[in-house]
């Protein structure tokens, strides 16, 4: 396995995806099949340039860069990093934040020196927005980097980082589980050799429902956070993925909903066999284009690896050879 091209597919996968769908985010499906996405676009609905990314990416980057640091999940230097990116621009393309999230701001604004970084989410049921799946992407790939991911006890420790990590700014339970969700696909895609993206898909979900099924007394930090059976309910349809895979995009919903998101991006994995078919369904759903295609494109990215995420593409994104920099920075970490 190449590990630095591994990086790269997840990394600009998530990048690509999300400054392709910045253009036309909040716009209407209907919309967009009148006039779909089809290449990279500039202005529109936050008036940025050609191949602007957003705080999906901007976030992830912050997070990137302090697993790079430290070596390690530091969840108070992740902290910091998105205080500074929130106040002083960093990790943003253009200098200032264009965008960002009620929940993830509150969770920021929150956040002191000293204080739990821990606690900084806010639990309540309408706090699940896509903000914690969104970023998730460098601490899926500092976990699931690892032979030993299926075994039991690292399978544990991989479900406790993924929780922890959307808690910084999302504490619900069900953006944990999408968090853990998104963090067993991507091990899946990763060492899938040969089996077809639905198995590989099909494998992760499997794995990470029926641990949580069966999580008991076993797991005391687990039966702290989930408390009732309607959080993996929530999660149902992916249990059947060959049925959720031919349901017709009237039953999928690319809203700013955690499930949503993590939903829509499945089932345009599911649906297409090119990382470009992937992430231009992903942004022709319409409404949160940019998070939808963050989240499809990093996982079609490491589906079909970093070379056939077109260059045209990757060659307008903002701060590429940074980006770059940072991927072959986190390689030598996990080396």
Not at 101 to 118: F, H
Not at 166 to 187: D, E, F, K, N
Not at 220 to 233: G, K, L, Q
Request: hydrophobic share 40%; net charge negative; aromatic share 10%.
């Amino acid at each position: 396995m190449d590990l630095k091209k591994v990086i790269k597919a997840g990394v600009f996968g998530v990048v690509v995806g999300d400054a392709l769908g910045v253009p036309v985010e909040f716009t209407d499906r209907e919309d967009l099949k009148e006039n779909p996405v089809v290449d990279m676009r500039e202005y529109g609905t936050h008036r940025q340039p050609k191949g602007t990314w957003s705080d999906d990416s901007s976030m992830m980057l912050a997070t990137l860069d302090s697993i790079i640091e430290n070596g390690c999940l530091r969840y108070e230097d992740i902290m910091e990093k998105f205080c500074n990116w929130r106040m002083k621009g960093d990790y943003t393309p253009h200098g200032r934040v264009f965008d960002i999230g009620i929940t993830c701001s509150r969770a920021i604004g929150r956040y002191r020196p000293g204080m739990d970084p821990l606690a900084c989410g806010e639990c309540g049921e309408y706090d699940n927005g896509n903000g914690s799946l969104m970023r998730i992407m460098p601490v899926s790939l500092y976990v699931c980097l690892d032979d030993e991911f299926w075994h039991d006890a690292m399978f544990e420790k991989a479900v406790e980082d993924s929780h922890d990590a959307s808690v910084l700014t999302h504490g619900h339970p069900r953006s944990q589980i999408g968090c853990m969700l998104h963090t067993a696909i991507c091990h899946e895609l990763i060492y899938r050799e040969g089996k077809s993206v639905l198995e590989a898909v099909r494998d992760a979900v499997i794995r990470t429902l029926d641990f949580y099924d069966k999580a008991s007394e076993d797991y005391p930090w687990f039966n702290e956070a989930f408390s009732t059976e309607i959080e993996m309910d929530s999660y149902g349809r992916l249990r059947n993925l060959s049925a959720f895979k031919e349901l017709p995009d009237t039953e999928i919903k690319s809203s700013g909903y955690v499930v949503h998101t993590l939903e829509a991006a499945v089932w345009c994995l599911l649906n297409t066999d090119s990382y470009a078919d992937c992430v231009l369904k992903a942004v022709n759903l319409g409404g949160d284009t940019d998070t939808v295609g963050a989240v499809a494109g990093g996982l079609a990215g490491l589906a079909y690896g970093y070379e056939n995420i077109p260059k045209d593409w990757l060659d307008v994104i903002v701060s590429k050879d940074w980006i770059e920099k940072l991927c072959d920075d986190f390689a030598r970490v996990m080396a």
